[in-house]
């Protein structure tokens, strides 16, 4: 199956290869986030006309290109930015940081952090201010200090801790290298293809895997399509791991947009007097009713963006610049010459 994006993007600490290949001007990355552009820019919202009523009819029309992660986060993922920030943290154990499957605890006077075996490579779950930190701590280049996390791509300033109604910063601020998926961008990373009717012509589909029947809910080996609605069938463990059904892409590559946990966004609930909550996307893990949860006309849930139960995150980014990778590229050159001259 071939999409439309060829630009992938996996880095990890020691990913200079990966780096040279590909370019960023700030080459500190996430271990392992792999990273899809989304093309088409000014592609045309969904208009279905089945669904009149839908609330995110005329949404979805993005005028740039951007990246987004392949999958929702994961434990050995979000474990470095908890080990960068819990030493700044308020509570180095609340479980909104710390997520799924890790462990925290202070050994000789320093704090330790661990993802628990059985949940290696799991989708972690946060509330949206702590994924608002990881942006900034991204955006920053993962400078280990306290300002890092609390500006560049949102002014944590906002965020007040007496709400609702919320100050929450509304949308990332301009300049943002990193930043939390609007809801236009995360609608058409899921469901919009350029080729949807054959090659050039461009539409939408209702389920967020190249399709508009919905996924079946099944472990991998027994046919399965998604994980959505597994913990009510077998409980917690591996099946939450992220990146288990491969063949379930959207047009641009995305994985799991189906399970693992609903997706934050951007977007205020705008049906609340206030702002209350933040819509997410998406469905999840244990979730009942994930064949509605799935299809681009449902309107899926909000909630508090003090809120981490059973939510996570998908990262969006900027699409690095051709001038980055060329110098990074020679630097890398000229410091692995230098090294073999020594």
Same mark, same amino acid.
């Given at each position: 199956?071939?999409? /439309?994006?060829?630009?992938?993007?996996?880095?990890?600490?020691?990913?200079?290869?990966?780096?040279?290949?590909?370019?960023?001007?700030?080459?500190?990355?996430?271990?392992?986030?792999?990273?899809?552009?989304?093309?088409?820019?000014?592609?045309?919202?969904?208009?279905?006309?089945?669904?009149?009523?839908? /609330?995110? /009819?005329?949404?979805?029309?993005?005028?740039?290109?951007?990246?987004?992660?392949?999958?929702?986060?994961?434990?050995?993922?979000?474990?470095?930015?908890?080990?960068?920030?819990?030493?700044?943290?308020?509570?180095?154990?609340?479980?909104?940081?710390?997520?799924?499957?890790?462990?925290?605890?202070?050994?000789?006077?320093?704090?330790?952090?661990?993802?628990?075996?059985?949940?290696?490579?799991?989708?972690?779950?946060?509330?949206?201010?702590?994924?608002?930190?990881?942006?900034?701590?991204?955006?920053?280049?993962?400078?280990?200090?306290?300002?890092?996390?609390?500006?560049?791509?949102?002014?944590?300033?906002?965020?007040?801790?007496?709400?609702?109604?919320?100050?929450?910063?509304?949308?990332?601020?301009?300049?943002?290298?990193?930043?939390?998926?609007?809801?236009?961008?995360?609608?058409?990373?899921?469901?919009?293809?350029?080729? /949807?009717?054959?090659?050039?012509?461009?539409?939408?589909?209702?389920?967020?895997?190249?399709?508009?029947?919905?996924?079946?809910?099944?472990?991998?080996?027994?046919?399965?399509?998604?994980?959505?609605?597994?913990?009510?069938?077998?409980?917690?463990?591996?099946?939450?791991?992220?990146?288990?059904?491969?063949?379930?892409?959207?047009?641009?590559?995305?994985?799991?947009?189906?399970?693992?946990?609903?997706?934050?966004?951007?977007?205020?609930?705008?049906?609340?007097?206030?702002?209350?909550?933040?819509?997410?996307?998406?469905?999840?893990?244990?979730?009942?009713?994930?064949?509605?949860?799935?299809?681009?006309?449902?309107?899926?849930?909000?909630?508090?963006?003090?809120?981490?139960?059973?939510?996570?995150?998908?990262?969006?980014?900027?699409?690095?610049?051709?001038?980055?990778?060329?110098?990074?590229?020679?630097?890398?050159?000229?410091?692995?010459?230098?090294?073999?001259?020594?």
């Amino acid at each position: 199956m071939s999409y /439309r994006t060829k630009n992938v993007l996996v880095v990890g600490i020691a990913g200079v290869a990966a780096l040279v290949g590909a370019a960023s001007p700030t080459p500190a990355q996430v271990s392992s986030i792999t990273w899809h552009e989304v093309g088409d820019p000014g592609n045309e919202a969904w208009d279905d006309p089945r669904y009149p009523n839908a /609330r995110f /009819r005329g949404r979805g029309s993005v005028g740039y290109a951007y990246r987004m992660s392949e999958t929702e986060l994961t434990t050995n993922q979000w474990i470095e930015f908890v080990r960068a920030y819990g030493p700044y943290a308020q509570n180095p154990f609340d479980l909104d940081l710390i997520g799924i499957g890790i462990s925290g605890r202070y050994v000789g006077g320093e704090l330790v952090y661990t993802v628990n075996q059985a949940h290696e490579g799991v989708a972690t779950i946060t509330n949206w201010r702590y994924a608002a930190r990881f942006c900034n701590w991204m955006h920053n280049g993962q400078v280990n200090e306290a300002w890092a996390f609390e500006r560049g791509a949102y002014d944590t300033s906002t965020f007040n801790d007496d709400g609702p109604p919320f100050t929450d910063q509304d949308t990332r601020s301009p300049g943002a290298k990193y930043w939390i998926p609007s809801m236009d961008e995360w609608m058409k990373a899921a469901y919009y293809d350029p080729d /949807r009717y054959g090659e050039g012509q461009a539409g939408w589909w209702d389920q967020p895997n190249r399709s508009n029947e919905p996924l079946i809910s099944a472990l991998p080996e027994d046919g399965g399509q998604t994980n959505a609605d597994l913990n009510n069938k077998f409980g917690w463990g591996p099946h939450l791991r992220a990146g288990q059904y491969p063949d379930e892409q959207s047009p641009w590559g995305l994985l799991d947009l189906s399970g693992g946990w609903y997706e934050w966004t951007e977007e205020w609930n705008s049906l609340n007097s206030g702002d209350y909550d933040r819509y997410t996307k998406g469905s999840s893990f244990d979730d009942w009713d994930w064949s509605v949860a799935d299809a681009i006309y449902y309107g899926n849930n909000s909630a508090s963006p003090e809120t981490a139960s059973g939510l996570g995150v998908r990262i969006a980014s900027s699409i690095p610049s051709p001038g980055g990778t060329a110098a990074f590229a020679i630097f890398a050159v000229c410091f692995a010459r230098k090294r073999r001259r020594r």
